[in-house]
């Protein structure tokens, strides 16, 4: 069974009574206003203000698929089962059925509908502790659906807790979160991994179980002095498309699934290799296939390689890609294969890939140059070379054979310990994710951001759409198309009209309608992101019809444009072909 007929197979049978849930489209895998995050990294990050009680235009029972990013754990991709890009199948009750709809629809899925051995299902259930009671409930409905006692494990907060930042005493007041039961698919062929211990378990990582689903029961909210429950219990499942696929196809790999076949196959073919020869070459083949996958879907949305934020990561990704390669490469030439997916309909994901691919050869080649000047290789200057350069250490293990010298693998490993620490202490925030950012300074800047826009297309011309967006307490990061960057008198005409509606003291409304009700408006919209049948239009004006602007947005915003205050354009930069990056600022008042 192929990944696509899973995937309708499971957005179908939720659709269909009694479930009745109303597909959803998947977030951008860059969210507009959530300066806590990078990616999106579950379905249900977009849905937190529902799951809290908003209502939601599509009701109370949603369902979708949603293209997803996690960097965690980025140094474990390479087994069989670790992906830094995935696609989550979701369905969610917005206080609406709870456990024992949710415990048996999904029974229901993955044995009638996907034909999975009920023998090889097994469950996790919460433990309980001092906050939150051992989840008996759950356990009952696993029980009288049939899954006997050994196959049902209890596991405490470090497994079985649900929320953005882990368990509760991390959780940041105001973030939601709850008991979650997991579900395990058994290959009985895969050979035990002794280092885990002779009786293995679920969780115990040893290959013999992949997780295939996460009930989660989002019933808490973080308070100053613990826990509360939510006014309502809501439900979140998520299922890895690529981890259900391969259990379907009785595959513990799931890079065996027709998802990556092609890129798999791209790579063999590139460096006449086989995977399934050699572990250390799959290993090095898993790798190239995920990033290439990873960095293909973050081109798509807009992003380019860079020294920060989303661009830094779409860097390490190619760049570390172009590591692995080299290993396979005889000739030490590397090249990356690139799958243009059905939704990428352009082929900048196979030029900006190659342009940064050449850019880091010669970055190694500096690396082979520095090693040059060096009379002995020690473990710390194998680390600054990895640090300085991105120099992997098996190439400056190389050299020093050469030379007759050995590296001393303590030592680089003690370094590269420490730094790794203090990039996860740094970036445990942004990596993770976390609630959107609904400050006043956010919201200012999203509404003059609207602005911003309905001015460009005033003074440059109806070409002009948002092709990404990124908005910090600090400022707002707009991308549209354009041959040329504007003149100052094209820049100063667009900040002056933004100002002048601001002075105006507009209104700000919203409209929730048809989404081809609101098309018929002239209401713009994002040129990466899928809406929902019912929409919100926002507009700034007396009037929907004779709105300065009108755009499809989810919110918050001002109420009154008098509320943002002046702004000011604080700079312009071309960031590709016939695409130009605006940054833009509220003055500081004096």
């Known amino acids: 069974m192929t990944a696509k007929e899973v995937r309708e197979k499971y957005i179908k049978f939720f659709e269909s009574s009694p479930r009745s849930h109303k597909q959803i489209p998947p977030a951008p895998l860059v ?43 980025i140094e474990e991709v390479g087994d069989r089962n670790h992906t830094t890009f995935f696609e989550m199948l979701g369905n969610w009750s917005l206080g609406n059925y709870f456990k024992k709809e949710q415990i048996s629809w999904i029974y229901e899925f993955f044995t009638q509908e996907l034909h999975l051995d009920k023998e090889r299902l097994y469950v996790s259930v919460f433990e309980g502790n001092k906050d939150v009671p051992k989840d008996e409930e759950t356990y009952q409905i696993w029980k009288k659906l049939g899954i006997p006692d050994e196959r049902i494990y209890f596991y405490g907060v470090d497994k079985n807790w649900w929320s953005l930042t882990g368990e509760p005493k991390n959780m940041p007041v105001g973030e939601i979160g709850g008991p979650d039961s997991e579900i395990f698919y058994e290959f009985p062929q895969v050979e035990h991994d002794k280092k885990y211990g002779e009786k293995c378990h679920p969780n115990c990582q040893c290959g013999r179980f992949l997780e295939i689903g996460n009930c989660v029961f989002i019933q ?28 379907v ?9 027709d998802i990556y076949k092609s890129i798999i196959d791209s790579v063999a073919e590139k460096y006449s290799v086989s995977y399934g020869s050699n572990e250390e070459v799959d290993r090095n083949i898993r790798i190239i296939a995920d990033h290439m996958r990873a960095a293909c879907a973050i081109i798509s949305n807009g992003i380019f390689p860079s020294n920060k934020g989303h661009g830094y990561v779409l860097r390490r990704l190619i760049r570390r890609s172009a590591r692995y390669a080299r290993k396979l490469s005889p000739n030490k030439h590397v090249s990356l294969p ?21 850019k880091f050869s010669k970055t190694l080649n500096l690396g082979l140059k520095e090693i040059d000047k060096m009379e002995k290789l020690d473990g710390k200057t194998a680390f600054y070379l990895y640090e300085s350069y991105g120099f992997p250490l098996e190439l400056t293990e190389e050299v020093a054979e050469e030379r007759g010298q050995k590296i001393d693998k303590k030592i680089f490993e003690s370094e590269f310990k420490k730094h790794k620490e203090l990039s996860r202490t740094t970036s445990a925030g942004v990596f993770k994710g976390g609630l959107a950012d609904h400050s006043q300074d956010v919201i200012k800047l999203h509404t003059a951001t609207h602005l911003l826009l309905a001015s460009l297309r005033r003074v440059l011309g109806d070409h002009v759409v948002q092709k990404g967006q990124n908005i910090t307490r600090e400022r707002s990061r707009f991308d549209f198309p354009n041959p040329d960057k504007l003149t100052e008198e094209q820049l100063a005409k667009v900040e002056e009209n933004i100002n002048q509606i601001i002075d105006m003291d507009l209104p700000v409304n919203f409209k929730v309608m048809p989404k081809e009700e609101a098309l018929k408006t002239g209401a713009i919209h994002a040129f990466n992101e899928k809406y929902t049948e019912t929409v919100k239009v926002y507009y700034v004006g007396d009037s929907l019809e004779s709105a300065f602007s009108k755009e499809f947005c989810g919110g918050p915003h001002v109420e009154k444009t008098s509320q943002i205050g002046h702004v000011k354009i604080n700079k312009q930069e071309k960031i590709g072909n016939g695409l130009i990056r605006i940054y833009l600022i509220v003055e500081q008042t004096k």
């Open 31 to 73: 969210l507009e206003t959530d300066s806590t995050t990078l990616f999106t990294s579950a379905g249900m990050q977009p849905l937190i203000p529902y799951l809290k009680g908003e209502p939601h235009p599509e009701g109370k029972r949603l369902v979708n698929s949603q293209p997803s990013i996690r960097l965690q754990d």
């Open 220 to 247: 808490y909210e973080k308070v100053e002095n613990g826990l509360k429950e939510l006014p309502q219990k809501n439900v979140d499942f998520g299922g890895g498309l690529e981890r259900i696929t391969a259990a």
């Open 249 to 257: 196809n009785n595959e513990s790999d799931i890079f065996r699934t």
């Open 338 to 358: 690139v799958i243009n997916y059905p939704e990428i309909e352009t082929k900048e994901p196979a030029r900006i890939i190659e342009e940064e691919t050449q």
